[in-house]
């Protein structure tokens, strides 16, 4: 599939551990994405990187980005229970006209308090 | 609103019945992307406007499922003479513009149930 594999599919960690999870995929990107969803409902965006970017930090977030190995991985440090989520990273795919995204399947974090 | 809405938040309808999706996007922006959440699929993109016009429709799973834009705002998703596997999340995101990069701001969806 296009649509490349996230792993673990799903992790549970306690309160203050760190929680990374993994993105492969097999087509060249422009940049990749993570997103957040709660609840099967809308999607969060959390962060982007650049295909010419190795790595990224938003506030607990840290994002990096292997091209040679197409992977990229998010870690959450310090995790809270409010970081229960699944986690998708997408993919900008194709030439400079436009944005669509291809997602993965997604890791579901637990955080147990 | 400040961000994109999407209505009804939840249809249920029976087989066959004719469905319409929208979404209104946040305003100004140009880009406008439908989405399908089904379980064991992950996401999957649909349609993409750029403006009025959707120059890449090859999401679309079936003719039974159609899209428009109005004003370069309002977009209606169609599906018609349901059936049970359209079963899904429906999600709408919006964009500044289609260029990247992008930070695609997504709706909370329409979860549509067929029967």
């Known amino acids: 599939s296009q649509q490349g594999e996230e792993d673990p599919q799903a992790l549970s960690i306690q309160e203050g551990e760190n929680a990374t999870m993994n993105c492969s995929y097999k087509t060249s990107i422009n940049n990749l994405q993570w997103y957040r969803q709660n609840s099967g409902r809308g999607l969060v965006h959390l962060i982007l990187i650049r295909s010419n970017e190795r790595e990224k930090h938003s506030g607990r977030l840290r994002v990096t980005l292997d091209t040679s190995k197409k992977s990229s991985s998010l870690l959450i440090t310090a995790s809270r229970a409010a970081d229960t989520a699944s986690y998708f990273c997408?993919?900008?795919?194709?030439?400079?006209?436009?944005?669509?995204?291809?997602f993965g399947q997604g890791t579901i974090l637990t955080v147990h308090p | 609103g400040a961000g994109v809405s999407q209505s009804p938040s939840n249809k249920v309808t029976e087989k066959g019945k004719d469905v319409e999706l929208r979404c209104d996007p946040i305003?100004?922006?140009?880009?406008l992307y439908w989405y399908r959440q089904s379980l064991g699929q992950g996401l999957e993109f649909l349609i993409y406007f750029q403006g009025n016009s959707a120059p890449d429709k090859s999401g679309l799973p079936s003719d039974r499922f159609s899209a428009e834009r109005t004003g370069g705002s309002v977009s209606t998703l169609t599906i018609q003479r349901t059936q049970q596997e359209d079963s899904a999340v429906y999600l709408c995101?919006?964009?500044?513009?289609?260029?990247?990069?992008?930070?695609?701001?997504f709706g909370p969806g329409t979860r549509l149930t067929v029967l």
């Open positions: 995101a919006s964009s500044l513009a289609g260029l990247a990069p992008n930070e695609q701001f």
């Open positions: 997408a993919r900008r795919t194709g030439g400079t006209s436009y944005g669509k995204l291809t």
């Open positions: 305003s100004g922006h140009t880009a």
